[in-house]
């Protein structure tokens, strides 16, 4: 099939959730021999195996540069492709017969989880026009059922994917002294904060060697805290292969594929509840999930429990393999194929 990518972005330039699945998924139809154009603001990423028509970008300021996608993306001439497949941003698009669209997560949940009234009111406004793209003729997809429950027209649920041929364990990697990573930001759904607290209090008096790794976009300094910044996929992979524990203290996830990324690598993932984690993890088998208040607790369990910790890195081996990035390609060709034989 001839495929055209609409994405925002790539990770040549902002590796963050939808560009990085956008380019994995795009990636893996290659492999299966399908021919993928991405239509996009970033310059396509060294040694991808699909093409990259980048969009001019004309700046402007936030609300604006909101929009902008959406105007780009209808102004693309697309009648070439078979498919026509919208990572975000097509509510000024036409519908169409051979249109998917893909939902990350819904801006309703952004907005109940929002730090601030105005990040609320920017979310729901937000989630308006999400509504707009689900009314719009074509296939929607949503990575998970907690998608498809903020956006009911969503019937189709295609979750994110994990490269299993980057992604994997390495013997001898794991840190001497008890580790933990946290990728995120302080001051959002993320709650690194929380977990920098929990780690300062609750971890360090019992564990004086811990050591916290942050990779974000923040720098905190702090005693056995590390940030290197953003970093690359490599560096990433090796990180999640150091830490004893992968913490994912959000509040809320549109899926959580970070958790798939560390069971992959072989770590043992701590995660309070949230709906998207919940359809990752089975608590206490691949696992564990806790409440924010009980995040120290849990962690402390499962530092001091070897036994624990080994028994939830081998199921979150097993449990990695149903998110192989090439397996939900092949789910996305079902759904091509569908659209392609419709009368």
């Known amino acids: 099939m001839k495929i055209a990518f609409f994405s925002k972005q790539l990770p040549s330039d902002e590796p963050n959730g939808v560009s990085v699945q956008a380019d994995r998924l795009a990636g893996a139809l290659c492999g299966l021999g399908h021919d993928v154009t991405c239509f ?30 959406a105007l780009a993306f209808r102004a693309v001439g697309a009648g070439d492709f078979d498919i026509t497949h919208f990572h975000g941003d097509d509510w000024l698009c036409p ?11 819904s801006a309703l949940f952004e907005a109940l989880h929002a730090k601030s009234p105005l990040r609320f009111l920017y979310q729901a406004f937000f989630y308006k026009l999400e509504w707009i793209s689900c009314l719009r003729r074509g296939a929607l997809a949503g990575i998970s059922r907690a998608t498809a429950r903020g956006l009911p027209l969503v019937k189709n649920v295609v979750t994110c994917g994990v490269p299993l041929d980057r992604f994997s364990p390495a013997e001898g990697a794991k840190t001497a002294a008890p580790s933990i990573l946290f990728i995120g930001d302080f001051n959002s759904r993320k709650r690194g904060g929380l977990l920098l ?12 060697d811990c050591r916290l790794t942050v990779v974000g976009p923040e720098k905190i300094t702090a005693p056995n805290v590390s940030c290197p910044g953003r970093i690359g996929e490599a560096a990433l992979i090796a990180e ?6 992968y913490a994912l203290p959000s509040s809320y996830e549109g899926f959580g594929v970070p958790a798939i990324e560390a069971m992959a690598c072989g770590t043992a993932v701590v995660a309070t509840h949230n709906a998207g984690i919940a359809e990752i993890i089975t608590h206490e088998k691949n696992g564990l999930i806790c409440s924010a208040q009980s995040l120290g607790f849990s962690l402390l369990r499962a530092l001091k429990d070897q036994v624990l ?3 939830l890195t081998g199921n979150g081996l097993t449990r990695a393999k149903d998110f192989d990035i090439v397996a939900i390609a092949r789910r996305y060709e079902e759904i091509y194929t569908s659209l392609i034989n419709q009368k």
């Open 95 to 105: 519908g169409s017969r051979k249109r998917v669209r893909t939902f990350y997560g």
């Open 240 to 245: 999640y292969r150091k830490a004893w524990i």
């Open 309 to 311: 910790r080994n028994c």
């Open 40 to 69: 996009s603001f970033s310059p396509r990423p060294e040694g991808a195996p699909y093409r990259v028509t980048v969009l001019p970008w004309n700046g402007g300021g936030r609300l604006l540069r909101k929009f902008r996608p």
């Open 197 to 208: 607290k929990v780690f300062q209090k609750e971890l360090l008096p019992v564990f004086p």
